[in-house]
């Protein structure tokens, strides 16, 4: 008679609220195995139905095939802590948000069956890896990576043609490859809150760069046409809040100004009511000598 063992079967567990199915570690079964093989086979029949979507995830799939042709997906603040299959089928993607999650990877599958990403946004997730083929992406215009752990930066994003702006803005960077320089028309590069003690020379081979930000790095060296281009941007930032607190003020004193008028207007009905009261009571007084007078 074969032995038997106990192999886990998938139940319903609280990842990030109610998401997906997963293995429990509770043992609830016996089966019988003959071998290892066997042992895993079960094993994967077990894992088949794991990370079922969610009825949100669902929801947001349908919506960006009816709504946006299948073109613009938003999964922003849905507690993920790892890519849905399901996304790999939209093969027209064109922009794919997936913003304040829990993600610790980028898969490189979905690099392959997504080559028509022109925007993706993973800020504010526990990033560690990014996948080499990131280069698959050849219609990427803008990625944000800001918020993240990412301590490397693989070659492969700076072999994407068509990078516009990278976003990697607080990470745990301590160096940046000389091929961003490949990125010919990349303009935006955001890299403030990292490790960075060097910035490469090749850099300076961006023709259209044009907003830098390093803010917050313990630079020992940087190109002076960057460095250049990142004073001008905080010059620009500061000069953009300063504008911003200008016109809030503005509003705030026209809000003053507002309420001055409406509490001098009310002040003014109180004084004429009350001088009208007074005339009142004058005229009622004058009444009533008048009256006491013909009296006597």
Known sequence: QPSRRRVAQPVYASMSGRPYKTVSST?????????????????NQA?????????????????????FGGMKLN???????FMPFEIKSLTSLRTLNLR????????????????????????????????????????????????NKISEVPLGL?????????????????????????CHVLHTVILSGNFLKAIPDRM???????????????????????MLLHQKYLLLLHKSKRRGLIRRSHVLKKTMDEQLVNILEREAEEVDESK??????????RELSIRCEGAG
Do not use: W
Request: aromatic share 4%; proline share 6%.
């Open 47 to 67: 894992l088949a139905g794991l990370l079922e979507p969610t009825e949100e995830i669902v929801k947001a799939i349908a919506e960006c095939k009816a709504r």
């Open 75 to 81: 999964l922003g603040s849905k507690q993920l802590a």
């Open 276 to 285: 009208k009261r007074e005339e009142e009571r004058a005229n009622a007084h």
């Open 158 to 182: 700076f072999a994407c043609p068509a990078l516009q702006e990278l976003r990697l803005d607080d990470n745990l960077l301590t160096s940046l490859p000389g091929q961003i320089a490949d």
């Open 204 to 226: 300076a081979e961006l023709k259209f760069l044009s907003k830098v930000d390093l803010s917050d790095n313990p630079l020992d060296h940087c190109p002076p046409s960057v």
């Open 100 to 147: 304040s999650n829990a993600l610790t990877m980028f898969p490189s599958d979905v690099c392959a069956a997504l080559n028509s990403l022109e925007e993706v946004n993973l800020a504010q997730n526990q990033i560690t890896y990014l996948p080499e083929n990131l280069s698959a992406l050849s219609n990427l215009r803008k990625i944000s990576l800001s918020k």
């Open 27 to 43: 043992l609830s079964e016996d089966v019988p195995f003959e071998d290892e093989d066997t042992e895993a086979d079960l094993a």
